[in-house]
């Protein structure tokens, strides 16, 4: 079985985010990292391979990022933590792509990888937060979409998960080849050990260009995004409030402030 | 004047305030029409009609309901290429981001999620504004290509009732196999708490670890406001409380009239999900915690001696 799990290079969700004044696209200087939620869906698809038939010597865990130079680093934390192999799109052309061209090319990747059992990703990025990227893969490579998964199981060629909704909890099944999405409540994801660190450094990273998977520089980056963002504002900080210690009318002391506020 | 599609948000036909919401934003941009997918249509059609639905496609393809997302997006984009709407509005849950997603991939249009305000721009545009990077920044934003998808955050717009027509027409769908590889085979209705949906609500109160895992203080504190509950993720993870009722980057991004931190501390991951709130209240042991950097009015306390005090308080102020 060959899993694929694209993952994510982030800016640090504690730096404070900010925009590049000259494109109003993220500024990506600030310390980035692998995207917390990605590293659920690496876990799910080692602990898929190792309970496989033949375990990880023989279904294989690809991580596939597109991202800057410095998104190798995601790659390398993926690997230290059991992955078999990374693939990394990188190419000047694509800065300030939207989802839809992210998509774009995450999907020509995958098939030049090969073509995957299942594909797995996070339940959203934790900078853009749209959570559109997968469903917009599912529909590009035309498989079922079984997303955000809070249990996962796989028996026989059949993936079933649980997903759970405001109004009901659902249970989802498709045939392999699938895409699927896991939350934050699938796992506890494992910290890389000494000797996954080690292993690491003699795993195999490709890097890839645009040509390299046939797009054109012209299908993707900031000049063929479908959106644009006019204007950005910085929200003021909110002005100090006022803070009682509690001296046995703390209670009453904020039930007058919701009072006063009008919410009683 | 060109039709704005509205996918409604319902169980059964119990319409959801969203949809209300976002019928009158798609007034602003020309008529709205309701895409109702699902059973419910004679419950359904009463309230969209006065709320200014001019039209309602109705679909009831089990083709549609049995599988997860793609059908939708499919019918969507047949309704997109038949009747060249000027947008489409979708709420923002997850489902619906799913199924703008994929639109937005078949039309061949631009798709902007979670806009908190959709006005008419010049020409024809459609402007939206959102909140980002954990609400520190707020964004306006257009579409470029195609026909403008948007999905919109709940409390986005004031619902105005306007009669509409509401003249049905039946959508016969016709749904690819492709689209049918994801099937729902069961589906556990949730139970209901008697309290708001957290994301529509005006009050929410939320508990933490400092709640030490009884939440019924909160609880009774919320009920006392008719507000919905919320938790941190400190607290969903230890088993608290429910996942969907997680508020923070990896949960719910509320925005209420008024916010009520119970035992939460404030990391960036919980203010992600709550600090655009207009009002906000923190019961925090810590008086060093961060989310009294935040708060309109704050108590450093115990929640277990502050919350029933002000939970028979308000009672008594209602009477």
């Known amino acids: ?264 | 004047m060109a039709e704005v599609l509205v996918l409604v948000d319902h169980v059964d036909g119990a319409v959801r305030k969203t949809t209300l919401e976002l019928l009158t934003i798609a007034r602003r941009l020309g008529e709205p029409s309701a895409v109702l997918v699902g059973p419910g249509f004679d419950a359904a059609k009463e309230v969209l009609a006065q709320y200014g639905a001019e039209k309602i496609y109705r679909v009831e393809s089990a083709d549609v309901t049995d599988f997860l997302v793609a059908p939708k997006a499919e019918v969507l984009a047949q309704l997109v290429a038949a009747a060249s709407p000027a947008a489409v509005l979708i709420p923002s849950s997850t489902e619906g981001k799913e199924i703008a997603g994929r639109l937005s991939i078949k039309t061949d249009s631009g798709l902007i999620t979670d806009a908190v305000d959709v006005q008419a721009g010049e020409g024809g545009a459609v402007r939206t504004t959102q909140s980002v990077f954990a609400g520190g920044y707020t964004v306006q934003a257009t579409v470029t290509k195609g026909t403008p998808i948007v999905t919109v955050k709940p409390n986005s717009a004031a619902p105005e009732a306007v009669s509409g027509a509401a003249v049905e027409q039946v959508v016969e769908v016709s749904i690819s196999e492709g689209a049918k590889g994801a099937r729902i085979t069961d589906r556990q209705p949730r139970a209901a708490t008697g309290r708001p949906e957290l994301t529509e609500a005006a009050i929410v109160v939320s508990g933490g670890r400092g709640t030490g895992g009884d939440f019924s203080t909160v609880e009774e504190f919320a009920d006392s406001l008719g507000a919905a509950v919320g938790a941190s993720r400190a607290a969903v993870d230890a088993g608290w409380y429910p996942h969907t009722t997680q508020i923070g980057q990896t949960g719910k991004q509320v925005s209420p009239q008024l916010y009520v931190a119970a035992g939460i501390s404030g990391a960036i991951q919980h203010r992600a999900g709550m600090q655009t709130s207009k009002t906000i209240i923190a019961i925090n042991k810590d008086e060093e915690a961060p989310i009294f950097e935040l708060v309109d009015f704050g108590v450093v306390g115990d929640l277990f001696k502050v919350l029933p005090q002000a939970t028979e308080a308000v009672k008594k102020a209602k009477g």
Request: aromatic share 4%; net charge negative; charged share 20%.
């Open chain 1, 1 to 264: 079985m060959n899993i694929v799990v694209c993952i994510k290079y982030v800016p640090d969700a504690q730096a404070e985010l900010t925009f590049n004044e000259s494109d109003n696209t993220t500024d990506r200087g600030v310390e980035g990292l692998l995207s917390e939620l990605d590293e659920y869906a690496i876990e799910a698809g080692l602990k898929l391979a190792e309970a496989a038939e033949g375990g990880v010597a023989e279904n294989t865990v690809t991580v596939l990022t597109v991202g800057p130079a410095k998104a190798a680093d995601a790659i390398k934390k993926s690997l230290q933590m059991g992955a078999h192999a990374g693939v990394h799109v990188s190419d000047e052309a694509i800065h300030g792509s939207d989802a839809v061209a992210t998509s774009l090319i995450l999907a020509a990747a995958v098939k030049k990888i090969g073509s995957p059992d299942l594909i797995l990703t996070g339940m959203a990025s934790t900078d853009g937060t749209m959570g559109v990227v997968p469903a917009m893969l599912a529909e590009r490579l035309g498989l079922p979409q079984v997303t955000l998964a809070s249990e996962l199981t796989l028996e026989g060629g059949t993936v079933t998960i649980r997903r759970d909704g405001d109004v009901a909890s659902e249970t989802i099944s498709a045939s392999l080849p699938a895409l699927v999405s896991v939350t934050d409540q699938i796992n506890e994801p494992r910290y890389p050990s000494f000797k996954g660190i080690m292993a690491a450094k003699k795993k195999p990273v490709e890097t890839w260009s645009l040509a390299d998977l046939g797009l054109d520089s012209g299908s993707v980056g900031l000049a063929a995004a479908w959106t644009t963002v006019e204007s950005f504002t910085k929200r003021p900080p909110r002005a100090k409030g006022q803070i009682v210690t509690d001296d046995g009318d703390g209670g009453t002391e904020l039930a007058k402030f919701l009072t006063a506020q009008k919410f009683v």
